[in-house]
């Protein structure tokens, strides 16, 4: 064990070619916390958080999960059964849903715990039947995705992550692809969520649920985190002029919607 | 026209179509391993595979179906592979469509979405559970109606095989012309069992496709 946070991200740079996207970046967050991440767009925030899941690998820099690093340099198959174990404690959330198509909403969410946990179908199918009905959606365990709306393939998204019993949960622009009326239904899924104090980091826009929500937030621009604090600090009185710049120009256009 | 000559000879085209059938078959199941295996190199991880990958298709695409069956058939003995006239047209014709579907196939898996792969692969499944699981069952559907014009090309493909004198449609039709002297009516004939077979096949691709589009 090495004395690192519970997720721990240390010196973080990240290139795409000669397009460097993430600089130096370093993130603690402890068990149980919060954490938003918010910034204009192309600033690096989905980079940062597929970078935790090795979806992106840093080009420098350490993650670490529970004392476990989670980006080790390892000969190719190695590595392939490490990130298949480490991925398995860290439940991701896109903005696209990404269900499985031609599964039903069981199958979307029993897949993953059947091959991998060794599950039976009979604890596979409590498992689902659970999660469900922590998203209110026990009715549609039958259906297929084509037939939920945005917000109730959002929540089998969530209930599909939840499944694996990850150890944190990963949130990159969840409620973004989704019409306003149904914001709130995956809100309110994911507020239930930090009451459980599950550990979360979520990439968002919307300023008033991250400020309701979050313990910390990090406000980050050109691939650099630019500021951070506590949500009341970083919204009601920023101390760095872009975070300023940016918060203004976020409330104007939400105000204009 | 000669009806009575086409009444007296068609239980022989019969058989030839049954001749063509099977080629068919052996061709298609031949040339859905070789498109499989070479779909799984052309996307393979490592760059040696991607290359023998590529060279398959552009050669085989790249030249006459009929040079690949004569330099295998008239050719091979030279280079000590001794095949019957069947052989050859099968192994030929086989791997020769299999370069087709290799790019059928391909398509088809690369057209699905780079977030199925991403969501799994985030819930821990490995790059093959992956691609088992949740990419090829979704390829498989859509790549159903193009292997179906491969197939479609396959089957009007193996007349072909006349050429190096396997008793199928065509060359039946041409035997019979040399004893009757009645081209159009052997011709029409043999036709007229080549629609038949490929209509029937392009209905059974039909119905697979509906099917999998309802489950
Ligand atoms: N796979 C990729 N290849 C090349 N450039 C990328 C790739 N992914 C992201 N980028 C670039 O990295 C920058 C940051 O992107 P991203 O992390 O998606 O930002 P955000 O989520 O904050 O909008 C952008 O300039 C984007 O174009
Ligand atoms: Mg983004």
């Keep these: 064990m090495t004395d690192t946070a519970f997720v721990e991200i240390r010196n973080a740079a990240k290139s795409f070619g000669s397009l460097q996207v993430l600089r130096d970046i370093n993130l603690k967050v402890e068990r149980g916390q919060i954490v938003a991440i918010i910034g204009p767009s192309g600033s690096g925030k989905s980079t940062l958080l597929r970078a935790i899941n090795e979806l992106d690998p840093l080009s420098s820099g350490e993650i670490w999960l529970e004392g476990v690093q989670i980006n080790k340099k390892l000969p190719h198959r190695q590595y392939e059964r490490h990130v298949n174990q480490v991925r398995q404690d860290i439940g991701m959330v896109f903005q696209h849903f990404n269900l499985f198509p031609h599964l039903t909403v069981r199958e979307n969410i029993t897949l993953a715990p059947k091959l991998l946990k060794g599950m039976s179908a009979g604890e596979a199918n409590a498992l689902a039947e659970q999660q469900l009905a922590k998203v209110g959606l026990m009715e549609k365990i039958d259906a297929y995705p084509s037939q939920l709306s945005g917000g109730q393939k959002q929540r089998v998204a969530i209930a599909r992550a939840l499944a694996m019993k990850p150890k944190v949960m990963l949130f990159d622009e969840a409620t973004s692809a989704l019409d306003p009326e149904l914001v709130e239904e995956v809100n309110l899924v994911m507020k239930q969520l930090a009451e459980e104090h599950m550990t979360m980091i979520i990439v ?41 710049a940016f918060l203004r120009k976020h409330l104007q256009t939400n105000h204009n919607r | 026209m000669d009806v009575d000559l086409i009444l007296r000879v068609y239980p022989f085209f019969l058989q030839a179509a049954w001749v063509t059938i099977q080629l068919s078959v052996l061709t298609a199941v031949l040339g859905l391993a070789c498109g499989s295996l070479g779909a799984a190199a052309r996307l393979s991880r490592l760059r040696i595979f991607r290359i023998i990958g590529a060279v398959y298709v552009s050669l085989f695409r790249g030249t006459p179906a009929l040079i690949q069956l004569f330099i295998l058939y008239f050719g091979g003995p030279q280079i000590g592979i001794q095949l019957d006239a069947f052989e050859a047209g099968v192994i030929g014709l086989g791997v020769n469509i299999g370069a087709y579907m290799t790019e059928t196939i391909r398509g088809a898996i690369i057209a699905i979405d780079r977030g199925q792969t991403e969501a799994s692969r985030t819930l821990g499944l490995s790059r093959w559970q992956s ?85």
């Design chain 2, 131 to 215: 691609m088992r699981y949740v990419v090829l069952p979704q390829a498989a559907r859509l790549m159903i109606r193009p292997l179906g014009v491969n197939i479609n090309a396959l089957i009007k493909g193996t007349a072909l095989v006349a050429a190096i004198s396997v008793v199928e449609l065509t060359y039946t039709a041409q035997r019979y012309i040399g004893s009757t002297y009645k081209p159009f009516e052997m011709f029409l004939l043999s036709g007229t069992l080549y629609m038949i077979i490929i209509y029937a096949t392009g209905r059974g691709i039909a119905w697979l496709d509906r099917r999998a589009r309802i489950t």
């Design chain 1, 204 to 244: 968002t826009h919307e300023m008033g649920f991250a400020e309701s929500v979050c313990d910390r937030v990090l406000f980050m621009d050109g691939g650099v985190v630019v500021e951070e604090g506590p949500p009341e600090v970083i919204f009601r009185n920023p101390e760095n002029e872009r975070t300023r």
